[in-house]
């Protein structure tokens, strides 16, 4: 979930003016590395650290191996979506590249549909995983929260691999109920079938 300065700059160097990005310029920045769009302004994503980066891994993989069983839609990792766009200018407002999501077939069926395969998908992600960096600000952390919840994703889930914790936002419960060392994470009603214990996940041996 890291980010780089709240300005955002390319790979090229030098900072960003501030200025309104749509989403065609938008998506030729994505093939440079991941950005994000907040309230109209480009922020560019910082690579996780090792711990991190592993967490969030092992939960793409753990989610991926589950699904493949249930067939109930599809995992990603770090894919852009574009959910606020300015339809009639194609400003782009906000966008979101969680470091895992679930996307089930209905709703991919709606993507294909309405915007094909190619660029950011545009359709609400039913799940997404944060994991949280020891840079990263908890301000900003729950302010995107809440903008996953607003936007009518089903289950936000928050893993902070220092603190050992894992929070987990639902409209029902926004405020997040929180996992410990002892408890099990899984998919709820979302993704039916998923579970990974906090040990578990936290745990991770360099062999494994």
Request: aromatic share 8%; net charge negative.
């Amino acid at each position: 979930m890291a980010q780089a300065q709240l300005t955002g700059s390319p790979p090229s160097g030098g900072p960003v003016e501030k200025r309104r990005i749509t989403l065609d310029e938008y998506l030729r920045l994505l093939d440079d590395g991941p950005y994000e769009v907040i309230d109209g302004e480009l922020i560019a994503m910082a690579p996780q650290q090792f711990k991190s980066s592993r967490v969030a891994h092992d939960l793409f993989e753990s989610m991926y191996e589950s699904n493949k069983q249930s067939k109930l839609g599809r995992v990603f990792m770090e894919t852009a979506y574009a959910l606020e766009i300015e339809p009639t200018a194609n400003w782009l407002e906000g966008s979101f590249v969680p470091d895992v999501s679930f996307v089930t077939h209905a709703n991919l069926r709606e993507q294909y549909r309405q915007f094909g395969e190619e660029g950011a998908l545009q359709v609400v992600p039913d799940l997404v995983i944060e994991v949280i960096s020891p840079t990263d600000s908890y301000t900003r952390v729950y302010s995107t929260i809440e903008k996953y919840l607003r936007h009518g994703i089903k289950l936000v889930i928050v893993a902070d691999p220092q603190r050992r914790v894992i929070h987990v936002h639902t409209p029902q419960q926004p405020d997040s109920h929180v996992l410990h060392d002892g408890d099990t994470l899984d998919g709820g009603d979302v993704l039916p079938g998923w579970s990974i214990t906090i040990t578990e996940l936290f745990d991770t041996s360099p062999e494994d």
